[in-house]
T-cell receptor, first 111, second 113 residues
């Protein structure tokens, strides 16, 4: 079975550029999550969707971050403009009930 | 404020010995807890869970213990193997029908051959 699929796996971009991270959740899962992993804060929830509707975006750092889920099989996380402090691993995850399944992450470096 | 806390960022254990990873939580209404394991360059993967109606759940070499009065859970790995070297996160589901998980900051376990 295909797991959560994220792209790109690695992205290096210059400060000020737009970054778009993409995610395909596991088929049949009704919740989708975007997490960010940093050394200081561990895994922090940025936003999550239930049935394609954003439920909680209180973790989104600031207006430079936006996320969409146009349908049940696709979501994007966009950073515009990107800054060096956005460098982190961004995980997409999906779930049906309690257990969340993670993708392999998108490693973002902003220079 | 972290609702789920892992106060030990790292732990080193000799192969064959027991590894004990600890986790504390602040909200007594949490009723389900999970442990995730994360290897470098991979996403976290689900390892084991426990419901608050139990105080112990065992799966092979992995056992999770829950002490509700202390708001504390621990993951025991016996015997520890080098392949267990990874970052371990404990997590609890948010309440009131929400589906997201609150994660701790993780403990990096190194099992020394």
């Amino acid at each position: 079975d295909a797991g959560v699929i994220q792209s790109p796996r690695h992205e290096v971009t210059e400060m000020g550029q737009e970054v778009t991270l993409r995610c395909k959740p596991i088929s049949g899962h009704n919740s989708l999550f975007w997490y960010r992993q940093t050394m200081m804060r561990g895994l922090e929830l940025l936003i999550y969707f239930n049935n394609n509707v954003p439920i909680d975006d209180s973790g989104m750092p600031e207006d430079r971050f936006s996320a969409k889920m146009p349908n049940a099989s696709f979501s994007t996380l966009k950073i515009q403009p990107s800054e060096p402090r956005d460098s982190a691993v961004y995980f997409c995850a999906s779930s049906l009930i309690n257990t969340i399944y993670f993708g392999e992450g998108s490693w973002l470096t902003v220079v | 404020d972290q609702q789920v806390k892992q106060n030990s960022p790292s732990l080193s254990v000799q192969e064959g010995r027991i590894s004990i990873l600890n986790c504390d939580y602040t909200n007594s209404m949490f009723d389900y807890f999970l442990w995730y394991k994360k290897y470098p360059a991979e996403g976290p993967t689900f390892l084991i869970s426990i419901s608050s109606i139990k105080d112990k759940n065992e799966d092979g070499r992995f056992t999770v213990f829950l002490n509700k009065s202390a708001k504390h859970l621990s993951l025991h790995i016996v015997p520890s193997q080098p392949g267990d070297s990874a970052v371990y996160f404990c997590a609890a589901p948010a309440l009131f029908g929400a589906n997201n998980l609150f994660f701790g900051t993780g403990t990096r376990l190194t099992v020394i051959p």
